[in-house]
T-cell receptor
């Protein structure tokens, strides 16, 4: 069984400040890990994914995440927040590279608030 | 290349009615997944289908819910005799094989 824990249902940062969204996972097999972003009333957009090629993964919109096996973590970061980053962010885990077969297991999400 | 399409975007039903949610996968994608998002919750996997086959329905409620992906046409998620607890956002995702899943904009179901 797999699970994802996202620490902090709401995170507030100032525009221009570092963004750090935390994700810890549990998996009995080597995991594939994903970050998705959801803007209000829209579907989910893939930000980045870890598929064991490299532990530091760069995604779209300046986001990146680092896979740390010893900490079972896959935290999402962005050096400088922009107002347009305000959204809901979901971390997900799967046994499969594309999240296929039995679907993705999602965390509950973190709502990112950007203060002007 | 059009993305995953879902319709309707918003659906209102009274208790006891049927809800039909449609999902057209991206061109070239033959795998479809349905997820449900309850308020303040993450997405929960419901069912995984390939053309004319249900591969995994371990996340589907045992009663009132069914899904299909016919040879021609969109995938359909059907909820019979809806109850207030069915109110949620339902998302469809598609993929090419077990590759990355791409999500549609969702259908927001409200049960009165």
């Amino acid at each position: 069984a797999q699970s994802v824990t996202q620490l902090g249902s709401h995170v507030s940062v100032s525009e221009g400040a570092l963004v750090l969204l935390r994700c810890n996972y549990s998996s009995s097999v080597p995991p594939y890990l994903f970050w998705y972003v959801q803007y209000p009333n829209q579907g989910l957009q893939l930000l980045l994914k870890y598929t064991s090629a490299a532990t530091l993964v760069k995604g779209i919109n300046g986001f990146e995440a680092e896979f740390k096996k010893s900490e079972t973590s896959f935290h999402l970061t962005k050096p400088s927040a922009h107002m347009s980053d305000a959204a809901e962010y979901f971390c997900a885990v799967s046994e499969w590279a594309g999240g296929g077969a039995d679907g993705l297991t999602f965390g509950k999400g973190t709502h990112l608030i950007i203060q002007p | 290349n059009a993305g995953v399409m879902q319709n309707p975007r918003h659906l209102v039903r009274r208790r006891g009615q049927e809800a039909r949610l449609r999902c057209s996968p991206m061109k070239g994608h033959s795998h479809v997944y349905w997820y449900r998002q309850l308020p303040e919750e993450g997405l929960k996997f419901m069912v995984y289908l390939q053309k004319e086959n249900i591969i995994d329905e371990s996340g589907m409620p045992k009663e009132r819910f069914s899904a299909e992906f016919p040879k021609e046409g969109p995938s359909i998620l059907r909820i019979q005799q809806v109850v207030r607890g069915d109110s949620a956002a339902y998302f469809c995702a598609s993929s090419r094989g077990t590759d990355t899943q791409y999500f549609g904009p969702g259908t927001r179901l409200t049960v009165l």
